[in-house]
């Protein structure tokens, strides 16, 4: 479920889809397209009320609304607003997708999604791909990954939520014995319910007098240590764990817009208020003063958008 209020981007209260889609059309008709335009409207409407304008553009111009916003707009801009106009449970499915096929898997995509969605997105993920592409995930998942890391994806993607094992099997497997017994982290991490996992990792703590994060960096690597770490960071918050992805994204040479602009639009809707108060308090910036200094333009402005507000 998404919590109530939580994100940046809201339904319009006086919504009239005709009205928008006319709009749309007016800023993309005759020399030149008014970004501004498309912009402003797309950020101030819900999904839900976006795929209204989709459709009822259709009926009026007999268009194709993503089509004609592929043919006016270009680069990262592009990427955005065609990602604000999927709705989310497609996003994902595409993204998943895409981290999948070609050359290499993006292991970071997966990682992203299946250890941030609930045990119940993770279902409906599951039936939308096979639906969409008319293949199994999880197969798909395996023919692509090993070892691991292939186990917690397949857990994961079970939305198995019973935890079973306790922290002293963790901490045996950890820190008391030399060499790693990294089925034990697989298994308990994997199954997992997030208040039951925040206890966990306490009474790890207290046996080991280490934090889980510091085992896991310790004891792993690779995707499977990038897994780890996300389930432990899910299970303890959510939000602080994309307001970290948001500032790698962008920290350092180069930013990762594929990472920057899945968060920002995967969370609009949900928890981009509680996403930049976590980001306030681990970094010396604001999440809004960040985008401004990595990114320009147009897909500058977009962001700034979703991000509705600055905590300097």
């Known amino acids: 479920m998404l919590q109530a209020g939580r994100g940046t981007v809201k339904a319009s209260a006086n919504f009239n889809a005709s009205a928008d889609a006319e709009v749309l059309h007016k800023a993309m008709k005759g020399l030149g397209t008014d ?49 604000l106009m999927t709705p989310p449970l497609a996003y994902d499915v595409m993204s998943l997708r895409n981290a999948i096929k070609g050359a290499g898997t993006d292991e970071k995509v997966l990682v992203q999604i299946l250890a941030s969605r609930t045990p ?48 002293q099997t963790l901490f045996k497997a950890g820190e008391q014995k030399y060499g790693t017994d990294e089925q034990s982290f697989v298994t308990i991490l994997g199954n997992r319910s997030a208040e039951h996992l925040r206890k966990v990792f306490d009474a790890y703590m207290k046996l080991s007098g280490y934090e889980m994060e510091e085992s896991i960096k310790r004891e792993t690597s690779g995707g499977l240590r990038d897994l780890l770490l996300a389930v432990v960071k899910c299970a303890r918050s959510v939000p602080a764990y994309f307001a970290e992805t948001l500032y790698y994204s962008m920290k350092g040479a180069g930013t990762d817009d594929d990472t920057l602009i899945r968060v920002m639009v995967t969370r609009s809707e949900v928890d981009m208020l509680d996403i930049r108060s976590e980001f306030r308090k681990l970094f010396a910036c604001s999440l809004h003063s960040m985008i401004k200094g990595d990114t320009n333009g147009d897909y500058r402005k977009a962001l700034l958008l979703l991000c509705g507000g600055d905590d300097a």
Do not use: M, P, W
Request: aromatic fraction near 8%; hydrophobic fraction near 40%.
């Open 35 to 83: 970004e501004d335009a498309i912009l402003q409207l797309l950020t101030a409407r819900s999904n839900a009320q976006r795929q209204e304008i989709k459709n009822t553009y259709k009926t009026l111009f007999g268009k194709d609304l993503i089509d004609d916003l592929k043919g006016e707009l270009g680069g990262k801009f592009e990427t955005v607003i065609v990602a």
């Open 120 to 167: 119940q997105q993770v279902k409906e993920i599951v039936a939308a791909y096979k639906q969409e592409y008319d293949k199994d995930l999880e197969e798909d998942v395996c023919g692509d990954t090993s070892g691991h890391f292939k186990r917690l994806l397949v857990i994961l993607l079970q939305s198995a939520n019973v935890v079973f094992l306790f922290s």
